[in-house]
């Protein structure tokens, strides 16, 4: 029998091993930074399955990687992007619908049952859409937003899991703060991710600097998600974890507030204020706090770049333009909401509006949105919608009050405080209506929510072994 040369090294996984990695190597020269996100993503993913099971750890691995929701991407037919946080989120959620139902979660939350009635609503919204492809993707979102506040509420039922899920948020977000301060130090003229937009902030002198957006697609969007990851972060500081952890927590913390800085937003400067406000009054009894809040406070004002310090000397003298542009957005919105009080104009009309019969000048300045979370689910929903929002704030807050803020610790309720203080206090400014902003948003109502039916005490999982119950896995 005639020998074939190079058979035996077909039946060994060497071939495909160098097959692996000439395309690993290919992918990384032309598409470096969605190569490394998905390596990262797919480490993590697998040593939090190893560590936590496979429920648990994609859970934990789902929320790490939200804010790399447009790294993880790829564009499948022309603008349609297939995003695998998506699928991940989509398919897990289908999984415990399976095992679990929609019994108990329509019975006892009640965020889940005003969302559902949000979801309608917006349903309606699409059969006067003039843009129907954006209204039925702010649709899509609606329904994985639920889908996050579903794996929530089902998957978080100890303060241990709730604890180890704020975690794994503030720390998945360690990557994107690090790829943020690296952009800020590339010249003007440099590449950027094509999925953000190239935003420029100008300094004395009128030297121009690029809004730093890293895996978001917008600096605004980034900041407040950075604002809420300070928030979480200094909660979690006085929750029950190893020291490794905290010290992890508090360098993720450090890295949010340096990369905030570089986004050139007031409205990211106002957030991390209120977070640290917040904490100040969390951790009232702790003199040290209340001493290094305003000091730290004081510091981050004085090291910020100059940029951003013009921009916040323009927002109190009124010189800024923005402000101005701010307040058009808002005579916008509320014009809307006179002519459509009771089913606003849909998601999929709302640029069409502000840019068509409503608009009430050309300036650069105004957005064809409302700057501001609640007046913008006015415009799409009308009166309804908002009441709505405002519904799901006060139980939010209401949920994290309900047993007051001195506990045993054993669930991260400072955490979810400042950071829903500081999401809510940032959204006031821009439309917040990005997916990552809003799946972060979702998990926190539904840890809250959960935290407050649960009290102190682990709910048993059905089917779950006694052993599994009492470590909150």
Known sequence: MTRIPGRDLLRTPWLLTALVLTALALAVAFRP?????????????????????????????????????????????????LYFGDVLLLTLAVVVVYERGLTAILKHSLTFRLGLVILALSVGGLYTASRLGWGAAAVFRLVCQLAFFYLAYEIVR???????????????????????????????????????????????????????????????RFSQYLSVGLGLAAG???????????????????????????????????????????????????????????????????????????????????????????????????EVMRDHPLTGVGWGSI????????????????????????????????????????????????????????????????????GGTAFYLQAQFFPAAAPANNYLLWTLLAVAERMSQAGDRALPQPGAPAAVQREGR
């Not at 106002?270 to 951790?283: D, E, I, K, P, T």
């Open 236 to 334: 979690l500081l006085a929750a029950r974890l190893a020291r490794q952890v905290k010290a992890l927590l508090a360098a993720t913390g450090v890295l949010s507030v340096i990369c905030n800085l570089f986004t050139y937003s007031a409205g990211g400067l106002l957030g991390m204020m209120g977070a640290a406000a917040a904490a100040a009054v969390v951790f009232r009894k702790r003199r040290s706090v209340v001493v290094l809040v305003p000091v730290a406070i004081v510091v981050v004002f004085l090291v910020s770049p100059t940029a951003l310090v013009r921009k916040v000397e323009n927002v109190v003298t009124g010189d800024a333009l923005t402000v101005a542009a701010r307040f058009i957005t808002y005579r916008q919105a509320v």
């Open 158 to 220: 100890s303060g241990k899991v709730a604890t180890r899920t704020l975690a794994a948020i503030v720390l998945g977000l360690a990557p994107a703060a690090i790829y943020g301060i690296y952009q800020a130090l590339l010249p003007i003229s440099a590449e950027l991710p094509h999925w953000g937009n190239k935003l420029i902030a100008y300094g004395l002198g009128d030297h121009p600097h690029v809004r730093v957006f890293s895996t978001f697609n917008h600096p605004l």
């Open 351 to 418: 640029r069409s509006a502000l840019e068509g019969r409503y608009r009430v000048t050309r300036a650069q300045q105004v957005a064809f949105a409302a700057e501001n979370y609640f007046l913008q689910r006015a415009v799409a929903l009308g009166i309804p919608g908002l009441l709505l929002m405002l519904a799901i704030c006060v139980i939010f807050f209401r949920n994290v009050f309900k047993r007051g803020l001195e506990d045993d610790g054993s669930w991260p309720r400072a955490a979810l405080l400042i």
């Open 33 to 81: 930074l969605e190569v490394s996100a998905l390596v990262l993503a797919a480490a993590a993913t697998v040593l939090l399955v190893l560590r936590f099971g496979v429920r648990h750890g994609l859970w934990y691995a789902l929320v790490a990687s939200i804010p790399l929701r447009e790294a993880l991407a790829v564009d499948v037919i022309g603008t349609m992007t």
